[in-house]
């Protein structure tokens, strides 16, 4: 017979049903649920906890994604996109071992947390003991920080810029104030929001003058100015507009990065393959700006010469639009995301041609 116990939560007695599993505290649903409520907020540092390593996870699996696009779209070798299938296998485990934790943490049955995977919810406990996600997490976070992690070379420092349309300087030729900005090989890409901030600053610095101007021409506060340019704030369209005209830049530039900061995708309003080659240079462009406009010559350098200094110019030049691996060479030696691009560069290479007389750019409606 069945011992009857007492419920944790409103202290009467009940007698639990059997089965495999902790001894069940609580006589009801409700009762489980209104014991949580009345619980001290001590679990709230371990809910963000972990959140927190899930966002991590989910931030590296995109990073490694992106690296087997690239890997495919340069033709690589079976063994290097096999080698990012492992990666990703690896990752996508360790996710699963995050979430599993989270959810029993907060409760979650084993029958919830099976039925997305298609498996029995007994297959699942087995597989995720409590022992076995700790150790499978510990393992990961004592890897990550272990001498096997391939630390990044060292920063390449960018020289002050040529005083040319592709190379033009923050500052004068020989300004020892300009702030050079490192570029590091093999460093992992910058969101769209630190690109979008970096962008914002470089414009600021290249045009000078005090906050309190640049806010008042905006419309708002000089603080707030601030915290847009360190990348607190993400500002509406017409807000980065103002500040992008006040350092006269086209505010069509940097629009790509302003969609992709708020969670957008690329806009891609184009039906011709000028008009799609127009934003493509714009956005390689506002690449170019977040990276404090390097030469040319240091981008080779930051991609161990895989591109050609031809190439970069007559990229940055709006001349052409290359082929993909040069474009994915060329986003990445500026801290973007190829992906976010290849829309644009896919429109560029397979649009028609624009008819003659059409004018080759978009609706001012798209830009506010």
């Given at each position: 017979?069945?011992?009857?116990?007492r419920?944790?939560?409103?202290?009467?007695?009940?007698?639990?049903?059997?089965?495999p599993g902790?001894?069940?505290?609580?006589c009801?649903?409700?009762?489980?649920?209104?014991?949580?409520?009345?619980?001290?907020?001590?679990d709230?540092?371990?809910?963000?906890?972990?959140?927190?390593?899930?966002?991590?996870?989910?931030?590296?699996?995109?990073?490694?994604?992106?690296?087997?696009?690239?890997?495919?779209?340069?033709?690589?070798?079976?063994?290097?996109?096999?080698?990012?299938?492992v990666?990703?296998?690896?990752?996508?485990?360790?996710?699963?071992?995050?979430?599993?934790?989270?959810?029993?943490?907060?409760?979650?049955?084993?029958?919830?947390?099976?039925?997305p995977?298609?498996?029995?919810?007994?297959?699942?406990?087995?597989?995720?003991?409590?022992?076995?996600?700790?150790r499978?997490?510990?393992?990961?976070?004592?890897?990550?920080?272990?001498?096997?992690?391939?630390?990044?070379?060292?920063?390449?420092?960018?020289?002050?810029?040529?005083?040319?349309?592709?190379?033009?300087?923050?500052?004068?030729p020989?300004?020892?104030?300009?702030?050079?900005?490192?570029?590091?090989?093999?460093?992992?890409?910058?969101?769209?929001?630190?690109?979008?901030?970096?962008?914002?600053?470089?414009?600021?610095?290249?045009?000078?003058?005090?906050?309190?101007?640049?806010?008042d021409?905006?419309?708002?506060?000089?603080?707030?100015?601030?915290?847009?340019?360190?990348g607190?704030?993400?500002?509406?369209?017409?807000?980065?507009?103002?500040l992008?005209e006040f350092?006269?830049?086209?505010?069509?530039?940097?629009?790509?990065?302003?969609?992709?900061?708020?969670?957008?995708?690329?806009?891609?309003?184009v039906?011709?393959?000028?008009?799609?080659?127009?934003?493509?240079?714009?956005?390689i462009?506002?690449?170019?700006?977040?990276?404090d406009?390097?030469?040319?010559?240091?981008?080779?350098?930051?991609?161990?010469?895989?591109?050609?200094?031809?190439?970069?110019?007559?990229?940055?030049?709006?001349?052409?639009v290359?082929?993909?691996?040069?474009?994915?060479?060329?986003?990445?030696?500026?801290?973007?995301?190829?992906?976010?691009?290849?829309?644009?560069?896919?429109?560029?290479?397979?649009?028609?041609?624009?008819?003659?007389?059409?004018?080759?750019?978009?609706?001012?409606a798209?830009?506010?």
């Open positions: 017979m069945t011992a009857t116990r419920c944790a939560n409103c202290r009467r007695r009940f007698t639990p049903k059997g089965g902790r001894p069940k505290l609580y009801t649903d409700i009762c489980r649920a209104a014991a949580r409520r009345k619980a001290p907020p001590d709230a540092s371990a809910d963000a906890s972990h959140h927190e390593l899930i966002v991590e996870m989910a931030e590296t699996l995109r990073r490694q994604a992106d690296a087997l696009i690239a890997s495919v779209h340069e033709q690589q070798g079976s063994g290097a996109l096999l080698a990012h299938r990666a990703l296998a690896r990752q996508l485990d360790d996710l699963e071992a995050a979430v599993i934790r989270r959810g029993r943490a907060a409760d979650e049955s084993w029958q919830g947390l099976a039925a995977l298609g498996i029995s919810n007994e297959t699942l406990r087995k597989k995720w003991t409590a022992q076995v996600l700790e499978r997490l510990e393992r990961r976070v004592s890897g990550s920080a272990g001498p096997s992690a391939r630390p990044p070379d060292g920063p390449v420092f960018l020289p002050h810029q040529r005083g040319t349309a592709v190379g033009r300087s923050a500052g004068a020989g300004d020892s104030t300009a702030t050079p900005s490192p570029l590091t090989r093999d460093a992992d890409p910058r969101t769209a929001r630190q690109l979008l901030s970096s962008a914002l600053s470089h414009l600021q610095r290249c045009r000078g003058g005090s906050l309190r101007e640049l806010a021409h905006a419309g708002i506060t000089p603080s707030y100015v601030s915290r847009v340019l360190s607190e704030r993400r500002p509406l369209w017409p807000v980065t507009r103002a992008v350092c006269g830049e086209e505010p069509a530039v940097l629009y790509p990065l302003w969609r992709l900061a708020h969670g957008q995708p690329v806009d891609v309003r039906v011709t393959a000028e008009q799609a080659a127009l934003e493509f240079h714009r956005f462009r506002s690449l170019y700006l977040a990276a406009r390097p030469d040319p010559g240091v981008l080779v350098h930051a991609v161990r010469h895989t591109l050609r200094l031809a190439d970069v110019d007559q990229v940055l030049a709006d001349v052409y290359p082929d993909w691996p040069t474009t994915v060479r060329l986003v990445s030696a500026l801290r973007g995301r190829p992906t976010d691009v290849r829309p644009l560069w896919h429109a560029a290479r397979t649009l028609p041609p624009r008819p003659v007389g059409d004018r080759c750019s978009l609706q001012a798209s830009f506010g």
